[in-house]
């Protein structure tokens, strides 16, 4: 099997990713990273969380083979359901996970990363999102990824704001939905590893910063949070985020 962990950019998803990952790991799976060595995934899974991008036939092939050889492992990605990825779903080949973030709040963080890149002469990703108006088109399309993601049944949805407050719950609810036991030692020492209290200190690969939630009220002026009610005003309610 394998577990494809999604998620909306600064939703968590890298924190995500590696609590997951390693549960696995510590439950008999396979560390993706090795995977990715011993069956030359270098050009398809990239260097930090194994992230696979586009979920195309041809990539998701290349990951399958060794799902098929008798591997467990987690793989990342931001992109929405393809229907290849679809098949592989309904089929039980790949079993997705989906952790989405108030949009608002994510749009922030992207543009805020950006800047921190460029002005470590290291741009990365959200390095073009110059202004405003290009974060917020940014996160538009990650938003409509989100709603094609809860429309698959058979996703774990889960919320950034959730995992912080009620971090043993959905810890709980993961490892339902993967069909593990949490109780042994070494999955213990996994679930308190990636407690909230432990990883606001920045780690590689969680992607961790501010972590705060409703910073958006802070930094974006009235009027801009005024056009951020009016583009994701649709969609807030539904995913359990007050307009205000």
Known sequence: MIVLSV????????????????????SGGQDARLIRRRYLLQRVLTEVNCNIGTLSTPRLAAV???????NTFVIKAHAG?????????????IRPTYIYRDPRDAMLSAYENGKR???????????????????LEFMLAYVRIWEDWTACDRALHVRYEDLLVHYDREVE????FLEMDVKPASMADVVERYRPSRVEIIQKGLHFQQGRTGRFREKWTPEQQAVLGEYFGPYLARMGYSLD
Do not use: K
């Not at 609810?173 to 339902?176: E, H, K, M, P």
């Open 117 to 135: 890149a460029l002005q470590a002469g290291r741009p990365n990703a959200f390095s073009d999102l110059a202004d405003f108006q290009a974060s």
């Open 64 to 70: 399958c083979i060794p799902a098929f050889l008798g």
């Open 173 to 176: 609810r993961l490892a339902i």
């Open 7 to 26: 998620g909306m950019p600064r939703a968590g998803s890298g924190w995500y990713y590696n609590l997951t990952h390693d549960l696995i790991v510590a």
């Open 81 to 93: 359901p393809s229907p290849a990825v679809r098949r592989l779903i309904e089929r039980g080949i």
